[in-house]
């Protein structure tokens, strides 16, 4: 885990004193102070992200001027939760339903179509859930109904490449209500024999937010192998055993249809909301293509879970962000690590097909231009992820191994009653 990361300049910038969180009253302006006390319910948010100084010199404050603004989350969080929004349905992984979203986020109002394929006619009720603490519940339910599904053509196959890409007709329509706090969001479809699915989805918004957590669909589609394809497979032996596009258009076929947002995304977002930050939900298709404005709107940068593979565009966003003072948090390993390019943009205007030549990147159409694919520390990219990240990823698997404490007055063994020499086997 990195953790706040700046790049440092000739002007003395750098890590800053960490900072309290910024009041409604001063959050435009630039202090040596940190910021005043704050709450979450004033725009602060625990942590802040105002940076201080760390050289007498005032670090810029991000986001701006926020004048009577509210953190939503705390209130979001006082409503009533389901514990059962991941029960009471069976999922097989059988392909007896399946399915995926026009879109990988949305705004509040958005109508969202769901393309959903059932191996028998059936009557189906469908869920809209936002992930968040609610008590420990996990999710509330935001809107429900219901809907008919059935058979769906089969999705064709690009033999050169290994894209499979489906055109399915929607089953349903889901509009997210008007008043929806940005969040990791789930749409639960259960038919009437009580098999069921998850399609994930993002609601972002346009808020000033302490904190611009970053949803990582892009890795999640590189190791989707829905139809036998993937950035990791390939069932016809596409160059050299993985497939070097992917679409958005076809289910995850992991975790019941949801991808990797339960695996990596959803404990961050319980942590954050069940102790009141002030956060806002994005993923790496819309930091692409927001650019750099849409970053420096938000305060902190957070990369969660696995973020592995990373458009140009996003990278070039977020180091110039990084430049200009804006904090980035990586809470995992691996982040930044294959460079992909985004083409065919879909309902939001985001991308729908994903394109990395990893076997070969000379056999990349576009090599040695801008727009190439590939390991981002390779040449010709030459970009390797720890002048952003800080570290270079590696891989050694040691397998039940024991893990031995070291370092234990680090703060991150703070109430593990764990010392040095202590071992941990298996792990």
């Known amino acids: 885990m990195v953790l706040g990361c700046r790049q440092a300049d000739p002007g003395g910038h750098g890590g800053g004193d960490g900072g309290n969180p910024s009041s409604e ?12 006390a704050g709450t979450p319910q004033d725009g602060g948010g625990p942590g802040g992200t105002d940076g201080g100084t760390d050289a007498g010199v005032p670090l810029p404050r991000y986001p701006g001027n926020r004048q009577g603004y ?8 006082q409503h009533a939760g389901d514990p059962n929004w991941r029960s009471g349905f069976s999922n097989p992984y059988a392909k007896q339903i399946e399915g995926y979203a026009d879109r990988v986020s949305a705004l509040a109002g958005d109508a969202v179509r769901l393309m ?5 006619a ?17 999710a509330r339910a935001l809107a429900s109904g219901t809907a008919q599904v059935g058979s769906q053509p089969g999705c064709p196959e690009d033999k050169t490449t290994g894209l499979v890409s489906c055109a399915w007709t929607p089953a349903f329509t889901v509009t997210v209500p008007g008043d929806a706090v940005s969040g990791l969001f789930l749409v639960r479809i259960v038919r009437s024999d009580n098999i069921g699915i998850l399609i994930p989805l993002v609601v972002k918004d ?12 892009t890795t999640a589609q590189a190791y989707n192998d829905w139809g036998g394809e993937s950035l990791y497979d390939s069932d016809d032996g596409v160059m050299g055993g993985f497939a070097v596009q992917v679409s958005f258009d076809r289910p995850y076929a992991s975790d019941g249809g949801a991808g990797q947002m339960l695996r990596y995304e959803a404990l961050m977002a319980h ?18 293509r927001e650019g750099l404005d849409g970053l420096l709107a938000r305060g902190a940068f957070l990369s969660v879970g696995h973020d592995e593979y990373w458009p140009g565009e996003e990278r070039d966003a977020v180091q110039s962000a990084r430049d200009q003072g804006m904090p980035l948090f990586f809470f995992g390993a691996n982040a930044a690590y294959w460079k992909v390019r985004l083409s065919n943009p879909g309902a939001d205007g985001n991308a729908r097909v994903m394109t990395c030549y990893k076997k070969n990147p000379a056999a990349d159409p576009l090599y040695n231009t801008p727009q190439q694919t590939g390991r981002y520390r390779d040449p010709p990219i030459n970009r390797p ?31 593990t009653n764990l010392h040095d020499g202590d071992t941990l086997p298996q792990l």
């Open 25 to 36: 009253t001063d959050a435009g302006q630039p202090g040596t102070d940190g910021g005043d």
């Open 70 to 77: 509210v953190n939503p989350i705390p209130a979001e969080n």
């Open 116 to 120: 959903v394929r059932s191996d028998a």
């Open 122 to 138: 059936r009557s189906a009720s469908w869920t809209l859930y936002r992930i968040g603490w609610y008590g420990g519940a996990g």
């Open 206 to 217: 346009q808020r000033p937010a302490d904190l611009y957590f970053q949803s990582s669909v």
């Open 271 to 288: 942590f954050l909301e069940r102790n009141g930050y002030d956060v806002s939900y994005t993923t790496n298709l819309d930091v692409a």
């Open 385 to 415: 992820e720890e002048a952003l990240v800080g570290t270079m990823y590696e891989s050694w698997l040691l397998f039940g191994q024991p893990w031995t404490v070291q370092g234990s007055n680090n703060p991150l063994y703070d109430g």
